[in-house]
């Protein structure tokens, strides 16, 4: 099965040999505060480490088993029956599922090429009570691979200022750019004052470390470090630790750079297979960087079919509306019902020109005949 | 500070060079799987190590990052606002705090020197609605140090299966064991039906490593691991792959011959100074095992008073009312409040002897003058 569904590094993306030496020095260096219980909110030299990156105190840093851990509790925090949550549509399938599961009134914000539209979330706000706050990933989107605009940062920067309004940054994604350079995030266009920064090193140095991070305004923090304590006392440091050793002996930018090439190589044969295999009124996404590609096909079938007919043909994909709210609420999904996300992160360059080529036989045989 | 408060091991304890030595032997051995996202459940050897210790199929072990962790799932799994739960009095305080913030309806049941009357566990039963399930910690409880002796597992086990009565078995402390022969656990008298088995490395191998697990009912397994890769896809493996290494190694049983004896040690000097220290009508419990020490007296302060004073003369532990849900609910505490938790497991056996005298001292200064 050639898999476009799995937004994942490919496993020769992983430093397997250098995080081994890593975790053992690590241990080596700091074995009893690692192997001991300690502060909720993470590995203190890593915390103190990503505060000085970010311009923070360590307080405000929050490091959890991936920042999914981190979307948890900020959630379980913030988020009661009822409570309004604002989303870009599409999005992340798990914090829906999440925001679902709290009982959320998820109010889904239009976007277009340039990302989410400042004026949706101001119609939103209008349109009701105040919101837990908005979920955002600016940068190479899941599943778009849409980033926001340098004009609507600042707009919706502004929004979040001027409107009381917190915005969940999420930016797993940011680093991983092959083309271009890098926008200024929202959080930094505030000060971080207002915004909740995620991000992870899943994209940067491997998935299974589990260590992704939120930089919080103060008294959240320290909101969210108390549910963390309740729920495990401590995060495990040795992965947080493995980590800050990677960092420390400046592994961290060329094993970037060496993933990036191999990833900008499987964007690219991602972007030159859709432009030959794909019928005319098809239309998709050229991201800079991240993992996925949104591609529509109009006059396709729904992608609900074609994903049957192309896992009979050995490919597989997630139908766009397994990222739209309504569909996490049963409603048979209103959104997506003719887009597909193809991941292009875990498969090789020959096996996506295969993979887009029989998605696009698939999609012309079951375009209608034309008039 | 001489700390009678911290319920953990002793540095000493932790086999720092070789778990770093493990960490990169396992990164070496599995790295890609380890570095990866996996199974929700746990590191997949781990879980077969495990499953082939407990005599189950891997799927029913759900690897957590420390059981703690694991006894949140359970209780957002099974628990909704005035459910009924039933808890030894005293238990274990981070399970009572996670009840009282689901809304559930803790019901204590009273323990005498054999652990839990099983006959409190008949009268909660037919006091009621049934209950979510009933959590006890068998062997060398926390915080009583109190053992439930055979035929009162046998009792509790027919009663598990007569009343359809989940049980979950907390076992971080049944290795940890200074005397005597191993108890059966309440698992082994059912076979596994009908108990929730729930056990870690935090107290055997360390505490940092973060790597508790759950022996479940097989329905309850897949959906505790549900939530598990619902809240952070999968665990950090890193942790689990390095425990597993040391087992592997078979450093494990030697490790904890080593840690039992340095405990032995801190158990013997409390027990001594408690006889030499305390007024004649202190008692308190005599554990074969584990990390405490329940200290009852009558004829002093209250241990809110007591401890004030304490940690004024450099001594700290913690008050016996923590350990009741009804202090947890706001209600002023009711039971524990002439009694101490004494943790011996972090000091060493001069600095026990020095704390319990301090304590001593209180004790008489602050007991009435005999008529």
Redesign the interface.
């Known amino acids: 099965m050639i898999s476009f569904a799995r937004g994942?590094p490919a496993?020769e993306c992983?430093a397997?040999?250098e995080?081994?030496?890593c975790?053992?020095?690590a241990?080596?260096r700091d074995?009893?505060?690692?192997?001991?219980?300690?502060p909720g909110g993470g590995y203190g030299p890593l915390r103190e480490w990503l505060a000085e990156r970010h311009g923070v105190e360590p307080s405000r840093v929050v490091i959890?088993?991936?920042s999914?851990?981190g979307f948890?509790f900020l959630a379980e925090q913030l988020v009661r029956p009822g409570t309004r949550v604002l989303v870009e549509a599409p999005t992340y399938d798990?914090p829906l599922?999440?925001l679902t599961?709290l009982g959320a009134e998820i109010v889904p914000l239009e976007m277009d090429d340039e990302g989410l539209l400042p004026e949706a979330v101001e119609e939103a706000l209008d349109a009701g009570d105040a919101p837990a706050f908005l979920y955002t990933i600016p940068t190479f989107q899941n599943p778009s691979g849409r980033t926001l605009s340098v004009e609507r940062r600042l707009r919706i920067a502004e929004l979040a200022r001027a409107r009381d309004l917190l915005v969940l940054e999420d930016d797993p994604y940011g680093l991983v750019r092959y083309d271009g350079d890098p926008l200024p995030s929202i959080f930094e266009l505030t000060r971080g004052k207002g915004v909740a920064y995620a991000s992870s090193f899943s994209k940067t140095i491997?998935?299974?470390?589990?260590?992704g991070y939120f930089v919080l305004p103060p008294e959240l923090a320290a909101d969210i470090e108390a549910l963390a304590v309740?729920?495990?006392?401590?995060?495990?440091?040795?992965?947080q630790a493995?980590v800050l050793e990677f960092l420390r002996r400046e592994s961290f930018e060329p094993n970037l750079e060496r993933v990036n090439g191999l990833l900008r190589e499987r964007r690219d044969a991602m972007l030159e297979a859709l432009a030959r295999e794909m019928p005319d009124d098809a239309s998709w996404t050229r991201p800079d960087g991240g993992y996925f590609v949104w591609l529509e096909l109009p006059s396709g079938p729904p992608s609900t079919e074609l994903l049957v007919e192309a896992e009979e043909a050995g490919v597989t994909f997630v139908k766009g509306g397994d990222f739209f709210a309504d569909a996490q609420r049963g409603h048979g999904g209103r959104g997506g019902e003719k887009a597909l996300r193809l991941a292009f992160s875990f498969v090789s360059p020959d096996e996506i020109a295969e993979g887009v080529s029989a998605l696009g036989s698939l999609a012309r045989t079951s375009a209608p005949a034309p008039l």
Do not use: H
């Open positions: 994942v496993p992983l397997v040999e995080l081994a030496d975790a053992r020095a241990l080596e074995g009893r505060a690692i192997l001991s219980y300690g959890t088993s991936g999914l851990q948890v798990r599922k999440i599961r491997a998935p299974g470390v589990r260590v309740s729920t495990y006392i401590s995060p495990p440091y040795l992965s493995t």
